[in-house]
């Protein structure tokens, strides 16, 4: 299939790029940084009318740029306003729209969290944002019969992606011998999932499109590792001297993820392979190669 990749030149796009190529298909960035508006309409319909498929990933993902009310602000527009130009458009044209949301929609769950039975409950804006797109799709689905498919990403790590993330953060730290910082005591759990797998697990509803059509699925691995883990971990694993140390914890901050992965493993024959230790092994090279 041809497919468009909103966000293509993002650090997940451009790795989901790599992956549509490498199984046969024929990928096409949507990118800012070329230029590529998403609420440009008219560049955005000739783009979206002339593909087979859409992978909506463009988005404010950085939460730090969300935690004032003029961040907030921008990065709601984008999220639900960019998601509805881009259903819409999908909508129209009667293209298979593939949403990349996110599990932090589920925010704090008492219990195990699944795709059809747990009700969301986002703790902060970026989640809300997220979740508000997801029902964006989901209406234009119920009234418009959009072809649609809902990814909730586990926050991936590894190779490509954000260095501003926790775990890329940590090794830097580790590695400079300075302070690994954590927010909070550091019991915070959380699903990290390494890119690879989250990269595998985005694109295989395309094997599966009519099980995929309408439906919801957790990419994520199902190993919970609180951050004070991460952090020790990291510590043994560059052998760094480096003390841990605990700062003020961030409000609004999600402290348990527990995401079930039993429906992707039914319906699409996926689970996550790459433990956590493993992954961190995987990732340590590159960010030597890229952070020093």
């Known amino acids: 299939m041809k497919i468009l990749v909103t966000g293509g030149k993002g650090a997940i796009g451009g790795r ?13 960035s949507y990118d800012l940084v070329d230029g590529q508006d998403i609420f440009d309409l008219a560049q955005l319909e000739a783009a979206v009318e002339s593909v087979d498929a ?18 907030a602000h921008r990065g709601a527009v984008l999220n639900v306003g960019g998601t509805e130009r881009v259903a819409y458009l999908c909508a129209k044209y009667a293209k298979w729209l593939l949403y990349v949301s996110t599990v932090c929609v589920y925010g704090d769950t008492p219990d195990i969290a699944r795709e059809d039975t747990t009700l969301p409950n986002p703790s902060e804006i970026y989640a809300a944002s997220k979740y508000a797109g997801e029902w964006i799709v989901v209406g234009y689905g119920k009234s418009l019969a959009l072809p649609y498919t809902i990814i909730r990403m586990a926050t991936p790590y590894g190779r490509g992606t954000r260095l501003a993330m926790a775990v890329h953060v940590f090794f830097i730290q580790a590695l400079k011998g300075e302070a690994i910082t954590i927010h909070g005591d550091g019991t915070q759990e959380r699903t990290m999932t390494h890119i690879d797998d989250v990269i595998e697990g985005t694109v295989a509803p395309l094997a599966h499109k009519s099980e995929s059509l309408g439906q919801i699925f957790n990419i994520s691995t199902a190993e919970r590792t609180s951050v004070k883990q991460m952090a020790e971990q990291i510590k043994a694993l560059t052998g760094s001297q480096s003390p841990i140390v605990f700062g003020s914890k961030r409000p609004h901050d999600t402290m348990k993820e527990d995401i079930d992965t039993a429906k992707s493993k039914k319906m699409l024959g996926w689970e996550a392979k790459v433990s956590f230790k493993e992954g961190l092994a995987k990732t340590l090279p590159w960010i030597k190669q890229i952070a020093f």
């Open 16 to 28: 989901l790029m790599e992956a549509l190529s490498e199984l046969g298909h024929e990928p096409v």
């Open 54 to 71: 859409v992978y909506h990933l463009a988005a404010e993902a950085n939460l730090n740029c969300m935690r004032d009310v003029e961040g």
